[in-house]
């Protein structure tokens, strides 16, 4: 963006300069003076420095006002000979250089009127003194339009500022806001699930205890409570650090699918994990997608499909992930899924990775669930 800003700078001054060589060129041909080669020489020398006025717009100024100066001694010409002069001052003082352009213009305008009164025709007094005032005006007006400029510069720069405090500022407010949101949450998520998953892990550990020490074996279904409930504080604890900290979110992905589907059998799910494809890396919001997916989804057949089996395939496409969860539950066709607090947080998952998600009953009984997630394009 600079440079383009910079390039456009460039193509202004080149214009405007062509514009002024064009101008003092043609006065000096049509003019009653006859400059020679040398005139011209300094006139072009004068004029041509126009293209770098906003790069060092005081040494333009100088180099300009020489050469101009010398050549109007040489030649008398009119007063547009002396437009570069005034556009190399207006710059001067629009960038904010304004002593230097007082003095350059107080002895320049009391030469120009000290030579126009002097070089005057005989005449009316009035209209000499009026000759003689013109630089007056013309330095004056220069001077006047290069402070506006400064000025409207300045107000410029400083809404600029006030703009960008003002975007920071919200940034700041938006963050303080984030930050007290996810305390608040993990405070309300300690409060609510900490005390209870942590009766639920004693309780089936005395379980398994009395179980042992009275030399009976124990039931499958009490250790995958056991080790579910383990499991679930662990994942609440690190969820808590995130929020409270934001970091790193919990270690689980698609590594720690045969831990999840291990605990599912235990918990009376029977589940076949497959992947189809050669294994790859994928996004860690992908990765995380994934196994909050088949969990959520092994769920749902645990909590609504009583008895059933499931099936879990991980294939690896062609810059997808397909996960694919069936069930031979009791589910039909003409089942209508109720969109309940699981399958809404699937969806809203798939959809923030712009992937795809399907959760229907199946033709032949039981339920499928699968989500299409791509590995490209997400950060």
Avoid at 263 to 275: C, E, I, K, Q
Avoid at 331 to 355: F, H, I, K, Q, Y
């Amino acid at each position: 963006m600079a440079t383009d800003q910079g390039w456009r700078a460039y193509a202004r001054d080149g214009a405007l300069t062509l514009g002024v060589v064009a101008l003092v060129v043609a006065d000096a041909v049509l003019g009653p003076a006859r400059p020679g080669a040398l005139d011209y020489t300094l006139l072009l020398a004068g004029t041509l420095p126009l293209v770098a006025r906003n790069r060092a717009p005081r040494t333009v100024l100088l180099v300009s006002l020489a050469l101009v100066f010398a050549y109007t001694a040489r030649v008398e010409p009119g007063p547009i000979a002396t437009t570069p002069v005034l556009i190399a001052l207006y710059t001067v003082v629009a960038v904010g250089h304004r002593v230097l352009a007082t003095v350059v213009v107080v002895p320049l305008t009391a030469f120009a009127v000290a030579d126009n009164l002097l070089s005057a025709p005989e005449g009316p007094a009035a209209q000499a003194v009026q000759a003689a005032i013109l630089p007056v005006g013309w330095f004056a007006a220069v001077f006047v339009l290069g402070e506006v400029t400064r000025a409207r510069r300045a107000y410029l720069r400083q809404a600029e500022e006030r703009a960008a405090e003002a975007e920071r500022t919200r940034e700041e407010v938006a963050l303080r806001r984030a930050s007290e949101e996810r305390l608040r949450i993990a405070r309300e998520l300690h409060d609510s699930l900490t005390h209870s998953i942590s009766v639920i892990t004693v309780q089936a550990g005395v379980g398994v205890h009395l179980a042992r020490k009275r030399g009976e074996e124990v039931p499958p279904a009490l250790l995958a409570v056991q080790e579910a409930s383990q499991e679930a504080s662990r994942e609440l604890r690190a969820t808590l650090e995130v929020l409270r900290e934001p970091g790193d979110a919990p270690d689980i992905g698609l590594r720690s699918l045969p831990q999840l589907v291990e605990r599912a059998s235990g918990a009376g799910v029977p589940v076949t994990l497959t992947v189809d494809g050669p294994e790859r890396s994928v996004p860690p919001e992908v990765d995380r997608a994934a196994y909050r997916i088949v969990q959520e989804a092994l769920t749902n057949v645990a909590r609504h499909a009583n008895g059933a089996s499931a099936t879990v395939c991980v294939g690896y496409g062609d810059g997808t992930l397909v996960l694919r969860i069936d069930d031979d539950g009791a589910a039909t066709p003409d089942d209508a899924p109720v969109p309940g607090a699981g399958l809404t947080g699937m969806r809203e998952r798939v959809s923030a990775l712009g992937g795809h998600l399907r959760a229907e009953p199946r033709r032949g009984g039981g339920f499928t669930v699968e989500a299409e997630l791509p590995l490209e394009g997400v950060s």
